[in-house]
């Protein structure tokens, strides 16, 4: 089926037709422009072989153009008052199955099984604003089988993802997205491409998961805990940040010495730290503590 939503007219019909109130609270800024729904679906790199998942389908907008592009599509929609809307919207989408449930709590490892034999899947959205951290982060620390994640994001939300550091903006985001996948800027998106508009600028990203993480690590999951400790207290030595951080006990002693170790000085700041030296430093606190 051709997309038939994607411009105001269309997506202004819809809300008058079944009185729609958008909800802030649910982060709904729908979009209504079709230069950038093609350039997204383009970025997928979206084959009929391919299963996508959607998360927040909204009126059915993206999901339209991702019906026509994939083989599956799975979309994730909390709204109540959205469902009967998706059912009128996507009447003529055989392919897309519409599940009406919180995304955070969707075991999403499980869709890709029943509806991808278990294979990598790929994830597309206009992201909800208010949850789009937790949402990346548990689809990669939960080792959802992935292929790509497409995303509409706060603008500054892409730069955190995409820098590395010296930059204000490089922080747990930065190295989580950097550890599991390689950023790729889809494009810039102005306020007037969405209804209503929103009051940040907003970027589409392109995640695509690396098969092997760029960097080697023992413990994967003590790394992602000296990277919180690190910029839990941004303006703390790295020192007083791994001390003082409750889900971490070693001795001022051991952190003195793991932090020399690296040949780094005793009052360096994590921030500073790239995504090697925070490996670097994980693994020396395993031998440290024993643990190889
Ligand atoms: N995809 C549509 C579009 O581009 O026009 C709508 C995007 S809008 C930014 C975000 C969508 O996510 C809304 O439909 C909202 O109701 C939905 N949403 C918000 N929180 C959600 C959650 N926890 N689980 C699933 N969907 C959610």
């Known amino acids: 089926m051709e997309p038939k939503l994607g411009n105001p007219q269309n997506t202004i019909e ?3 037709k079944y009185n729609f109130v958008f ?3 649910y982060g709904q800024n729908f979009l209504i422009d079709t230069h950038v729904l093609d350039k997204i679906i383009a970025a997928a790199n979206i084959t009929k072989n391919d299963m996508v998942l959607e998360i927040g389908p909204g009126i059915g907008t993206m999901t339209q153009y991702l019906a026509k592009a994939a083989g599956q599509v799975v979309a994730v ?3 109540d008052n959205l469902i009967p809307i998706l059912e009128d919207t996507l009447n003529d989408c055989h392919n897309v199955t519409v599940i009406h449930d919180d995304i955070l709590k969707v075991d999403i490892s499980q869709l890709a099984v029943q509806y991808n034999h278990g294979r990598p899947i790929k994830i597309v959205a206009n992201l909800p604003y208010y949850i789009t951290t937790p949402i990346i982060m548990s689809l990669f620390e939960k080792d959802v089988p992935i292929h790509n994640i497409t995303v509409m994001v706060q603008k500054e939300v892409a730069d955190r993802m995409q820098v590395g550091p010296g930059s204000k903006d490089y922080g747990a985001l930065s190295l989580a997205v950097q550890y599991y996948a390689k950023p790729y800027l889809v494009a810039n998106v102005p306020p007037n ?7 940040v600028g907003s970027a589409v990203i392109r995640l695509t998961r690396y098969l092997k993480p760029p960097v080697i690590v023992q413990d994967s999951k003590l790394m992602f805990q000296l990277i919180r400790a690190s910029f839990n207290q ?3 030595t790295l020192q007083n940040g791994l001390y003082n951080y409750p889900e971490l ?3 001022k002693e051991q952190i003195a010495t793991a932090i020399a170790d690296l040949g780094l000085p005793s009052a360096v700041r994590g921030e500073t730290l790239t995504l090697t030296q925070f490996a670097q430093l994980a693994d020396r606190f395993c031998e440290i503590s024993g643990k190889i």
């Not at 491409?193 to 009051?199: A, G, H, I, N, V």
């Open 14 to 16: 819809i809300i008058k």
């Open 23 to 25: 909800q802030k609270k």
């Open 77 to 79: 929609e909390i709204d």
């Open 193 to 199: 491409c969405f209804l209503p508009r929103p009051k």
């Open 234 to 236: 941004r303006r703390k």
């Open 249 to 251: 006990s070693f001795s």
